[in-house]
């Protein structure tokens, strides 16, 4: 994993993990700004060549280190992310039901956006 480099395109809302100058995982997410802002993952993806890696594992504790260092929760929607946070409940702090509720709302109101 030391040759990984993970870097967050917020534009395009992707948290992407590159090996070798090539996207290998990546996760997609929202910033959800009511009832408060907050980062939602929505789905992890990594390549087939690159799984069992500790890629997804390493995308998801970013996302975390981003939300912390910016002061918002995360509300993860994604399976993996809600299973990695389970797991790291030290890095991971759980979202309040009322944000995750928001954060579905807001998802399925905006597919457009993911």
């Known amino acids: 994993m030391s040759d990984i480099e993970i870097c967050d395109d917020r534009p395009r809302g992707r948290l992407e993990a590159y090996a070798g100058g090539d996207v290998v995982g990546h996760i997609v997410y929202l910033e959800l700004e009511s009832p408060r802002r907050a980062l939602v993952p929505l789905h992890t993806v990594v ?3 690159h799984e ?9 504790r970013e996302l975390y280190v981003i939300a912390r260092r ?14 990695w946070a389970e797991r790291h409940r030290d890095e991971a ?3 309040a039901p009322e944000l995750i509720q928001a954060a579905k709302r807001y998802a399925t109101a905006h597919p457009d956006r993911w």
């Open 47 to 49: 390549e087939p060549a």
């Open 52 to 60: 069992g890696q500790g890629i997804a594992g390493a995308l998801a």
């Open 70 to 83: 910016e002061g918002v929760p995360v509300a993860p929607l994604c399976p993996y992310v809600t299973k």
């Open 93 to 95: 702090p759980a979202a």
